[in-house]
């Protein structure tokens, strides 16, 4: 996720698809969607003896890149599932290895996820074969990133919450609004950083939802031409009081450690990790009162994969309530599976990582809006008009950024 990455045209193309595939409303005789359910795998067979994973860092390690971190040798002994992993930094460029049919799992956000999707590359998932998913937070499955038309396509993994961070010794007084790094007349101007990626023109829709009524965003993944616009405006007017576009969150972190940025969107794991610092960076974090947007990342399945059955073992145990606690404590987000926050993990107090983090907390899931893959066919329901798609998006973050 978490970063811009490539793969425009194939952004473009998929994106015609993804409108296609959600059909239409409209009871016309030009013909309905097709609404027959795709083909599930019935049962878990033998594994096949081979798995390949596609994910983000932290999310299948094999103690590759550190000793301490190794949950993927339990899976290959319990399953005898030999295991590769490969690892990638933004979510086009998992959009794009995914396509290549060369690996059977990732580890998808939302602003890939239904790409794949209509492209055909993700295959229809039986939850029913899935040991976990009656312990999942309810408010991530079966949702706009992981399903369509009534079938699903992904299983939650783990989330977190775009917040806004800001250096508690420089920032005074501490920020409640997303306006502190929109004010065009910020006295922080010059040490103001935003997410790079198209999808953060969600952010600046969230934004105007709430400071411009007039503009009737009811979904800030759903933007006709006058909404999006509006978006792309104030981008441009922000982008010149930016210290930074931040992809690379550990190249952040020493940004807010050295002071050249002090404000901006961040992660709680980024906020955690510096206060964590000795001594602490003096940063803290806030869910604004316009609220935010968030990403959660579901585990998909390739269509099509001669190891389906390993596949299915892998969701399995990645999203178990132990594994759940290991990874997202290491990584640094909310389980998805909420079990998890009731296990025994050395060195780590799982309950007080799920209340910081959130994970069973509707009211603050109320607040956030999951990315979506924007789609010409608007995601508010509006049939009226036509919504600008994820293609018109990355054309546009282009332009915002010069």
Same mark, same amino acid.
């Given at each position: 996720?978490?970063?811009?990455?490539?793969?425009?045209?194939?952004?473009?193309?998929?994106?015609?698809?993804?409108?296609?595939?959600?059909?239409?409303?409209?009871?016309?005789?030009?013909?309905?969607?097709?609404?027959?359910?795709?083909?599930?795998?019935?049962?878990?067979?033998?594994?096949?003896?081979?798995?390949?994973?596609?994910?983000?860092?932290?999310?299948?390690?094999?103690?590759?890149?550190?000793?301490?971190?190794?949950?993927?040798?339990?899976?290959?002994?319990?399953?005898?599932?030999?295991?590769?992993?490969?690892?990638?930094?933004?979510?086009?460029?998992?959009?794009?290895?995914?396509?290549?049919?060369?690996?059977?799992?990732?580890?998808?956000?939302?602003?890939?996820?239904?790409?794949?999707?209509?492209?055909?590359?993700?295959?229809?998932?039986?939850?029913?074969?899935?040991?976990?998913?009656?312990?999942?937070?309810?408010?991530?499955?079966?949702?706009?990133?992981?399903?369509?038309?009534?079938?699903?396509?992904?299983?939650?993994?783990?989330?977190?919450?775009?917040?806004?961070?800001? @250096? %508690?010794?420089?920032? &005074?007084?501490? /920020? !409640?609004?997303?306006? $502190? =790094?929109?004010?065009?007349?910020?006295?922080? #101007?010059?040490?103001?950083?935003?997410?790079?990626?198209?999808?953060?023109?969600?952010?600046?829709?969230?934004?105007?939802?709430?400071?411009?009524?007039?503009?009737?965003?009811?979904?800030?993944?759903?933007?006709?031409?006058?909404?999006?616009?509006?978006?792309?405006?104030?981008?441009?007017?922000?982008?010149?009081?930016?210290?930074?576009?931040?992809?690379?969150?550990?190249?952040?972190?020493?940004?807010?450690?050295?002071?050249?940025?002090?404000?901006?969107?961040?992660?709680?794991?980024?906020? @955690? %990790?510096?206060?964590? &610092?000795?001594? /602490? !960076?003096?940063?803290? $974090? =806030?869910?604004?009162?316009?609220?935010?947007? #968030?990403?959660?990342?579901?585990?998909?399945?390739?269509?099509?994969?001669?190891?389906?059955?390993?596949?299915?073992?892998?969701?399995?145990?990645?999203?178990?309530?132990?594994?759940?606690?290991?990874?997202?404590?290491?990584?640094?987000?909310?389980?998805?599976?909420?079990?998890?926050?009731?296990?025994?993990?050395?060195?780590?107090?799982?309950?007080?990582?799920?209340?910081?983090?959130?994970?069973?907390?509707?009211?603050?899931?109320?607040?956030?809006?999951?990315?979506?893959?924007?789609?010409?066919?608007?995601?508010?329901?509006?049939?009226?008009?036509?919504?600008?798609?994820?293609?018109?998006?990355?054309?546009?973050?282009?332009?915002?950024?010069?």
């Amino acid at each position: 996720m978490r970063r811009k990455g490539q793969a425009l045209v194939a952004a473009a193309t998929a994106l015609v698809l993804v409108t296609a595939a959600c059909g239409s409303d409209d009871d016309g005789d030009d013909g309905a969607s097709d609404t027959t359910a795709p083909a599930v795998q019935e049962s878990i067979g033998e594994g096949e003896g081979a798995l390949s994973v596609l994910a983000w860092p932290y999310y299948a390690e094999d103690g590759t890149q550190d000793p301490n971190y190794d949950w993927v040798s339990a899976f290959e002994e319990e399953t005898g599932c030999d295991t590769t992993v490969k690892y990638f930094a933004t979510s086009d460029e998992a959009y794009t290895l995914f396509s290549s049919g060369d690996y059977d799992v990732v580890s998808a956000s939302g602003d890939s996820s239904m790409r794949s999707v209509a492209d055909g590359d993700a295959a229809a998932i039986n939850t029913d074969l899935i040991d976990t998913y009656g312990d999942l937070a309810p408010f991530l499955v079966e949702q706009a990133n992981n399903s369509l038309d009534g079938t699903v396509y992904g299983v939650p993994h783990g989330w977190g919450a775009n917040v806004l961070q800001y @250096n %508690t010794e420089v920032v &005074d007084p501490a /920020p !409640t609004s997303w306006g $502190a =790094v929109f004010d065009p007349d910020s006295p922080y #101007a010059g040490k103001i950083a935003a997410y790079d990626g198209p999808i953060y023109i969600a952010d600046a829709a969230v934004y105007l939802m709430a400071t411009q009524p007039d503009l009737e965003i009811t979904n800030p993944y759903a933007l006709d031409q006058e909404q999006f616009d509006a978006a792309i405006d104030l981008l441009k007017e922000q982008s010149g009081d930016l210290s930074e576009y931040w992809s690379d969150y550990v190249a952040y972190e020493d940004n807010f450690r050295s002071g050249s940025t002090v404000l901006g969107t961040s992660w709680q794991v980024i906020t @955690n %990790t510096l206060q964590a &610092d000795d001594p /602490p !960076t003096p940063v803290d $974090a =806030v869910l604004p009162e316009e609220g935010s947007t #968030a990403w959660a990342d579901n585990w998909m399945i390739y269509e099509g994969t001669e190891h389906p059955n390993c596949a299915y073992e892998w969701i399995n145990y990645i999203t178990s309530p132990s594994v759940q606690a290991t990874q997202t404590s290491t990584y640094g987000e909310a389980p998805a599976n909420l079990s998890a926050c009731s296990e025994t993990i050395e060195g780590v107090d799982m309950a007080a990582h799920c209340e910081q983090y959130h994970a069973d907390d509707a009211d603050y899931f109320e607040q956030l809006w999951y990315w979506t893959t924007p789609t010409k066919q608007c995601l508010d329901g509006r049939t009226d008009v036509e919504c600008m798609d994820y293609a018109q998006w990355v054309a546009a973050w282009t332009e915002v950024k010069g």
